[in-house]
């Protein structure tokens, strides 16, 4: 057995860092890969003690980019928890401030992190392949639309939530600041330059990508496939909802394979434990954890963009849903297995978002002042759930009669993924690493597997360089360094 | 003149304060042709040899947001010191230790045992729990070790300055920013933020009674929240008194009471402490017995009263008899 050895450090972020070790069998091959997160703050165990109503405020520091996903799934876990129902209004503004909150990161996500790769191109110079060169392709003008819709959303959700980064206004039963009807002109104008603006990210997906072959074969070749079944939250149509409604699992043919309310999650996720990551691997219960492969026998599933996609029967907006069909008429049908295709769905979501934030604005209703419901019932169990921009988020409490937290259990978004994106890394390094022969191009062809989820770790990239940072270092079998690569290592 | 170089590094935290400093939305611009960042967002290279290659000091400025959690943070956190001519503690995580820093109210045995084995989600009949060092299938890999005990982060370096809040906002940062570009530092140790209370600035104060007197607690789940009247006049916990300002209001801008994420004032040690005194002058009971009735209706003092700051407390931690003191 060799030990030759390619460890890539990208050192990302938020749950920490993320590290990739490759190992090689004699011949040069890929022998083995992982992705390890070497990091842990035990949420699950300090929030043990504490009141079930300041979770909202206290989970969000779980993710400082998706603290509103965290936010809102807390708030619902807490309506469930005090039985206690929300004021038609309280939905619709937390739907509203939601939605915002969806289009602002899908968007984001799109033009300054995974989009480079497309917009600039997979075999750009590293230089280029980030924000600054997406703004060099499509002109700066687009890129202050960037900037200005990103910042419009945020002044919206700082306005309503409190502070953007870990907003506070989530009370069980309802919200803790209404809009007004000043409020309301000024933020649809904001919803529909999202539409317009959604409509315009797809076109250039559309000029840029889907018009060039080559990106087409690599989206639809096999380094980035895998047939594994699909999470996502649904309405009572079967539409996409970020919001509410029941969790829906559809198996690798597209067949329902689950649908249940969130209170249902422990009869259907596990969660597997490995000695090498601080992270968790989620799994489907009933169909069982057969390791990091894929296909109908292994019980990996993938959430997020794609997947709740393919979890669903289409989107419950026209746009979105003319959007929709067509991404599976050029994929060949439904479900789409193609990982780079979770690049496409996040567009298509961004544009039901803004969709969404127009029909919620639309409805006068959403100014009443009615805007909280207080809490009555004993507590004692909640469970809420939202759809992340990087997935299915479940938090359940349990707390003693004073509702002081007793238990808290998380599956958070990027995890529900942890296994798959070990996978499509194994499955990157496999079809790309021969024979030993490392290239600094498979450096960000390797990194296309992961950055397709979006993966927390990734998160920070929303700011300057869209481009992840990687060293490759390849050591003999006496673990000297005979090689390394670098990108965007200064 | 060469631009100066700015580093950001992450510690224990949750990605919050990069996208406070994302935030400055047009400003960022600016920033960037005004220095040379030589880590961020997603801090280049890790590996310590190639830091270690720099010179000493050739980093005029790092900003550090995040605890100190793991052995890997230390050592980081440590070799930035060493090159980098200032440090800011960036956000209340490294500030005063922040939201992680709660989980010094236990260890690291029973954390591990919640995530890794009591969480009912989790199947892990074997008991595995992750391993600094493990050989899987011949592999060996490892993780940095996870400490007992969270730290913030001038407990384990020297810290030039401080920029508090969860997160920091934009206004902050821009003048730190401009602070340090224009040479017009303050003296060290100083906290970016002005030296007062949060309620000599809130709008609220002024519906503040003179003798400001309250005889029962109330949670904010339990009551309709007045959008204009002091919280502690409702008789809501708001952590204003014992809040240093600069924060904008802004979780009282949307009717909820503060928790304290920017730290007491220069002549406050223990935030929780500060609170606890102010909460006895305004708790208007003389009997025992109805004072210990009040207190109860307080349901986690200590996780609310140091929601940002246990790390930073007088006693850091509690005490526990599987960690040493200052152990990690």
């Known amino acids: 057995m060799s030990n030759n050895r390619i460890t890539i450090d990208p050192i990302t972020r938020l749950e920490g860092h993320g590290k990739i070790e490759i190992f090689l069998d004699e011949k ?44 809102m799934a807390s708030t619902k876990a807490l309506d469930d928890l005090f039985k206690v129902e929300p004021t038609p209004v309280a939905k619709k503004i937390r739907e509203f401030i939601y939605s915002t909150f969806m289009l602002e990161d899908h968007t984001l996500h799109f033009f300054f992190l995974g989009g480079p790769d497309f917009v600039v191109g997979p075999q750009a110079p590293a230089a280029e392949r980030n924000i600054l060169g997406v703004l060099n392709k499509v002109g700066l003008e687009i890129g202050k639309k960037v900037i200005e819709i990103r910042k419009q959303c945020r002044d919206i959700i700082s306005y309503l939530g409190g502070k953007v980064i870990h907003p506070v206004c989530g009370l069980p039963g309802g919200v803790s600041k209404g809009l007004t009807e000043e409020d309301r002109k000024k933020f649809l104008e904001v919803a529909k330059a999202g539409v317009e603006f959604a409509q315009f990210a797809l076109k250039i997906f559309d000029d840029i990508v889907l018009k060039n072959k080559e990106y087409v074969d690599i989206v639809t070749g096999d380094v980035y496939y895998h047939r594994t079944y699909y999470m996502g939250l649904v309405d009572e149509n079967n539409k996409v909802n970020f919001y509410d409604g029941y969790i829906r699992v559809v198996d690798p043919n597209g067949k329902e394979y689950a649908k249940f309310k969130c209170q249902d999650y422990l009869n259907h996720i596990a969660e597997h434990v490995e000695p090498w990551s601080y992270i968790k691997f989620p799994y489907l219960k009933n169909v069982g954890w057969k390791g990091f492969v894929d296909g109908e026998d292994s019980g990996i599933y993938r959430v997020a963009p794609l997947a709740r996609l393919n979890a669903s029967d ?29 690049h496409w769905a996040r567009l298509i979501e961004a544009l039901y978002a803004a969709e969404r934030m127009v029909e919620l604005l639309e409805d006068k209703e959403i100014t009443d002042p009615n805007i909280r419901n207080i809490p009555t019932e004993t507590p004692k169990e909640g469970i809420g759930v939202v759809e992340a921009p990087r997935g299915t988020l479940i938090h359940h409490y349990k707390t003693d009669d004073r509702g002081i937290l007793t238990e808290a259990n998380l599956i ?73 690569f670098k990108r965007n290592v200064k | 003149m060469s631009k100066p170089k700015v580093a950001f590094y992450w510690c224990a935290s949750c990605g919050g304060c990069e996208e406070a400093v994302v935030d400055l939305a047009e400003n960022i611009l600016k920033v960037v042709e005004a220095v040379d960042i030589v880590f961020w967002p997603v801090a280049l290279d890790f590996k310590r040899k190639d830091i270690e290659a720099m010179p000493d000091k050739s980093i005029a400025v790092t900003f550090i947001n995040g605890a100190i959690r793991l052995s890997e943070q230390e050592e980081m956190v440590k070799l930035l010191r060493k090159k980098s001519q200032l440090i800011v503690a960036f956000g209340s995580c490294a500030h005063l230790g922040g939201v992680p820093g709660l989980a010094n109210f236990w260890d690291r045995e029973s954390i591990f045992n919640r995530a890794y084995k009591t969480t009912p989600s989790t199947h892990n009949p074997e008991g595995i729990v992750p391993q600094e060092k493990v050989t899987v299938d011949g592999k060996e890999l490892t993780l940095p070790k996870f400490y007992n005990t969270v730290f913030r982060l001038d407990q384990i370096i020297d810290v030039d300055y401080y920029l508090p809040g969860c997160a920091p906002p934009p206004d902050l940062v821009m003048n730190a920013i401009n602070a340090i570009l224009e040479g017009k530092l303050p003296p060290k140790g100083t906290v970016l933020s002005p030296n007062k209370s949060l309620c000599d600035d809130c709008k609220r104060n002024e519906t503040k009674p003179e003798k400001l007197t309250i005889k029962e607690i109330k949670r904010p789940h339990e009551i309709m929240l007045d959008p204009e009247k002091c919280f502690l006049a409702q008789g809501v916990i708001c952590m204003g008194p014992a809040t240093r300002t600069g924060c904008g209001e802004r979780c009282i801008e949307a009717n909820m009471p503060c928790r304290g994420c920017f730290g007491p004032t220069d002549q406050v040690i223990d935030q929780g402490a500060k609170f606890l005194s102010v909460l006895a002058s305004i708790i208007d009971v003389n009997d025992e017995k109805e004072i210990e009735k009040v207190m109860d209706t307080i349901v986690d003092p200590a996780g609310t009263f140091y929601r940002f700051s246990l790390p930073s407390s007088l006693m850091r931690r509690k005490r526990m008899p599987s960690v040493a003191d200052n152990e990690k």
């Open chain 1, 314 to 342: 289409g989107m419950a907006t026209p746009l979105a849903q003319e959007a929709y069909e067509k991404m599976y008429e050029t994929l060949g049908g439904k479900p789409a297995h193609n990982t780079l295709a979770f």
């Open chain 1, 28 to 71: 040069g091959n890929v022998d083995k890969a992982f992705l390890q997160i070497p990091e842990l703050r035990g949420f699950e165990q300090f929030a043990v003690g504490r009141p079930a109503e300041e979770m909202p405020r206290i989970t969000p520091r779980i993710c400082g980019v998706c603290p509103t996903a965290h936010h």
């Open chain 1, 412 to 484: 958070v978004a990027t995890v529900n993924n942890a296994a798959a994106i070990n996978m499509s890394i194994r499955r990157a390094a496999e079809k790309l690493i021969k024979n030993g022969n490392v290239s600094d191009g498979i450096l960000n062809m390797v990194e296309m597997a992961f950055r397709a989820y979006d993966p927390c770790h990734a998160c920070a990239t929303h700011s300057l360089p869209g481009d992840m940072p990687l060293i490759i270092n390849i050591y003999d079998a006496d673990r000297k360094l005979i090689h390394q």
